[in-house]
C-alpha cells in the first residue's frame, strides 16, 4: 500500500510497543487474507498475505533487537480495507433493539427535577401502525445519579419482533420518516404520578443502511411539560444516550463498514548503512581528555611491554546496527554484485511491480506514466485493474515517502544518487535476465528504467557542478 507520515495513529515509543502493534497487524492481516479469499478476492487477499509475511519478517527482526535501547528505523503505510460489519448474536434477525445506555447532565438536575425527585426515560415508536410500541427504563434513583457524578450509566436495551424480513418493505418505507421518542419524566409515587420533565427524538432512515442509530440526544422542554416549551431546562442541559440496533439492515444487506489504519515496517534499506566512523583523532582521544600525539614518530615503549610480542594494531569498532538484512533482500543483492547469478522472468517481473525499495523519482514517474495503459490493456479484467489502481496509490506515497525522507534530510542527496546508481545496476540485471527468459517485454521495461535513472544521475551531478562553480 502506501507509505505516509501523518500523526493520526499513536507511534510506538519503545521495542516492546513496536513489538505488540506487528503482533496486531500480523494478526489483522492473517484474518483479512482469509476473508478476502473466502469473498473471491484474490487480488486483496494477496496483499494482505504479503503484509502478514512482512509483519512476522519485521516481528523477528525486532526479535532480535529486545535488548537494545534504540529504535529501528520505521516507515510507515496506510492500509485500507472494507469488510462486512460483524453481526449482533444478542439481536434476532425479526428484532429491533432499543437501548437507552446512559443519563448524564453537566448542571443541577434537582432544580431540572423540582427537588432531588426519582426519575426515568421512556420511548416510544409508531410501529406497528395499528398499536405502536413503547418501552421505559427502570425508575432510577436521584441517590444513584448523585453517586455517579452525574453520569448515570442505564444500561437498558428491550429487543421488539417488529421486523419482518421476508416482507421488509413496509417498515423499509415507515423508516424514511420515522423516529423514535424518548422522553424524561419525573416520578413522584403512586399517588402523584409522573410529570413531563422533556423530550427528543433520534430519526430512524439510517436503519435502511446500517445495522445501529444512535446518538446523545438533549432533553428539551415540550408542551405539557414541567417547564416552558422552547425554554431552557432550569437546573441545566440533560442528555440521553441512545441507540436503535437490528441484526442486519433493513435492506437485509451486510453492512460494509470502512478501515483505515497506520501500519509500521521496518525501513531494512536504512537499516543496513553503517554508521559513519567518527574521526581518526575523536576514536584514539582517551577518555581523560589528556592530548593526543599526531607525531608519526613511534611512542617509546617501557621495558616491560616491549619484551611482551607485538600484536597488530586493531582499528576501533564502529557501532553498527545489531541486525542483518531479511533473507529475501540479501539475496537481491548479492544477486545484484553477482553478475552470473541466476533470475527467472518471472522474478523480474514481480521484482519491477515492487516500489517499497524504489527511490529513484525518475522511475517512479516513469512506472505512474504506465499505469493507465496497463489498465486499458486489462480489458475486463476486474482483479488485474484493482491491482494497478492499488500499485498506482503505492507508487504515488512512495514518492512521498521519499521527498519527505530528502526533506528532513535523513536521505541526502549524495545517499540518493549511490542509491540510484545501485538501482541501476540492478535494472541491468533485470534486463538480462528477462533477454534470457525470453521475456523481451520485461526487458525493454527494465532498459527503460535503466535509462531513466541514468538521465536523472546525469541532470544531478550537472546541477551539483553548477552549484560549485
Known sequence: ?????????????????????????????????????????????????????QAAADAATLASLAGSQALPPVLHREVQWAEAAPQR???????????????????????????????????????????????????LKFREFDQSGGDLHVQHAQSL??????????????????????????????????????????????LRTRAEVSAVLPIEAVSGSLSRAGRPLPGGAVFVDVAVRLRLPLS??????????????????ALSQPAEPASKSEELAPES????????????????????????????????????????????????????????????????????????????????ERIPARIAAAGGDGDEATYLRDLESAIRLRMSAVEALVGAGTLTIQAYMDSVGSEISQARQWALAAKRGGRKDLAARALQRM???????REMAAAMDAADE
Open 451 to 457: 535509462k531513466a535513472m541514468q538521465g536523472e544521475v
Open 89 to 139: 448474536r444478542d439481536i434476532g434477525a425479526g428484532q429491533l433493539q432499543v437501548a437507552v445506555g446512559r443519563v448524564f447532565s453537566d448542571g443541577d438536575l434537582a432544580a431540572t427535577l423540582g427537588g432531588e425527585s426519582d426519575f426515568y426515560v421512556q420511548w416510544a415508536l409508531t410501529w406497528p401502525r395499528d398499536r405502536g410500541s413503547r418501552g421505559h427504563t427502570r425508575t
Open 1 to 53: 500500500m502506501e507509505d505516509i507520515y501523518s500523526d493520526t495513529n499513536e507511534i510506538p515509543d519503545s521495542i516492546e510497543a513496536m513489538a505488540q502493534q506487528l503482533r496486531e497487524q500480523t494478526a489483522t492481516a492473517t484474518r483479512l487474507a482469509a476473508y478476502f479469499l473466502k469473498s473471491g478476492d484474490k487480488a486483496r487477499a494477496l496483499e494482505f498475505h504479503r503484509h502478514r509475511k
Open 252 to 269: 437485509n444487506s451486510p453492512e460494509v463498514v470502512s478501515h483505515a489504519e497506520r501500519w509500521i515496517y521496518i525501513d531494512m534499506r
Open 289 to 368: 581528555g589528556e592530548p593526543v600525539s599526531t607525531s608519526k614518530e613511534p611512542v617509546q615503549q617501557p621495558e616491560e611491554l616491549a619484551q611482551q610480542p607485538e600484536e597488530p594494531a586493531q582499528s576501533p569498532k564502529v557501532p553498527t546496527a545489531n541486525l542483518e538484512a531479511p533473507v529475501s533482500v540479501r539475496r537481491a543483492q548479492k544477486q545484484a554484485e553477482e553478475p552470473g547469478a541466476e533470475l527467472t522472468a518471472d522474478d523480474v517481473e514481480s521484482q519491477l511491480d515492487m516500489m517499497d525499495g524504489v527511490v529513484s523519482n525518475a522511475v517512479l514517474e516513469l512506472e505512474l
Open 161 to 206: 419482533d417488529i421486523v419482518d424480513r421476508q416482507n421488509p418493505r413496509p417498515l423499509q418505507r415507515w423508516a424514511e420518516r420515522a423516529k423514535l421518542t424518548v422522553e424524561l419524566f419525573r416520578y413522584s409515587g403512586l399517588l402523584w404520578g409522573s410529570q413531563l420533565i422533556g423530550r427528543a427524538t433520534l430519526p430512524l432512515a439510517g
